[in-house]
């Protein structure tokens, strides 16, 4: 499963950038699509989340700045980062996920190869 990001680049503090993740028209019907993000040292933490017919969630850092979307036409998602702080600077992943329970529960898990999101102060 290939998961195709772009939009990542570097930003003065306060300035803004769009990220875009284009998945398989299967993948994205019905799988959750997150973004994350990590920085150096740190460990990979979710960004953002929307599933079909569900609210987004967002980590409490990115609240009020930034928005996840779907376009359903283009199979695609998107990050749009506002009012961006140095402490955004990461790799912005993107994510897909689902956790199908019959008589045993699979997770499938996929993940697109990263963008470098750098804000300076």
């Known amino acids: 499963v290939q998961l195709v990001e772009s939009g990542g680049g570097w930003v003065q503090s306060g300035g803004s950038l769009r990220l875009s993740c284009i998945a398989p028209?299967?993948?994205?019907?019905?799988?959750?699509m997150s973004w994350y993000r990590q920085a150096p040292g740190n460990q990979r933490e979710m960004v953002a989340s929307i599933k079909s017919g569900a609210n987004a969630n967002y980590a409490d850092s990115v609240k009020g700045r930034f928005t996840i979307s779907r376009d359903s036409a283009n199979n695609t998602i998107y990050l749009q980062m506002n009012n961006l702080k140095p402490e955004d600077t990461a790799v912005y992943y993107c994510n897909a996920e689902r956790t199908i329970t019959t008589v045993k529960t699979t997770r499938y898990n996929y993940w697109g190869q990263g963008t470098q999101v750098t804000v300076s102060s």
């Open positions: 028209e299967n993948i994205f019907r019905v799988y959750t």
